[in-house]
Nanobody, 124 residues
Framework: QVQLVESGGGSVQAGGSLRLACATSGLTFRSSILMGWFRQAPGKEREAIAAIYTTEGGTYYADSVKGRFTISQDNAKNMVYLQMNRLSPEDAAMYFC????????????????WGQGTQVTVSS
């Protein structure tokens, strides 16, 4: 059974940093999986913010986080991370890890497995 479990959320002040982690089980990163991070703020659509293809290593970012967020993977631990720097109140949301295949990376339809999410709060 495939499972994704996010951790690392919390409360930070604007300008601060957080590192989210996504622990996977039942997946093998050698089989070209698309791992993505999404976020959803209250009253808003869930949006794709970053993704990585586990074998090719290509990374992709939404314009809103480019240059501030970094997605990475640890193949030995089957983990995916999202380093978030220079956080602003606009980044506050529930953050979800997701696994899927194919393209485009930002399409929710590409992802079939989701974690429960981890909350990020940013105070000004």
């Amino acid at each position: 059974q495939v499972q994704l479990v996010e951790s690392g959320g919390g409360s930070v002040q604007a300008g601060g940093s957080l590192r989210l982690a996504c622990a996977t089980s039942g997946l093998t990163f050698r089989s070209s999986i698309l791992m993505g991070w999404f976020r959803q703020a209250p009253g808003k659509e869930r949006e794709a913010i970053a993704a990585i293809y586990t074998t090719e290593g290509g990374t992709y970012y939404a314009d809103s986080v480019k240059g501030r967020f970094t997605i990475s993977q640890d193949n030995a631990k089957n983990m995916v991370y999202l380093q978030m720097n220079r956080l602003s109140p606009e980044d506050a949301a529930m953050y979800f890890c997701a696994a899927g295949r194919g393209a485009p990376w930002y399409s929710r339809a590409r992802y079939g497995i989701w974690g429960q999410g981890t909350q990020v709060t940013v105070s000004s």
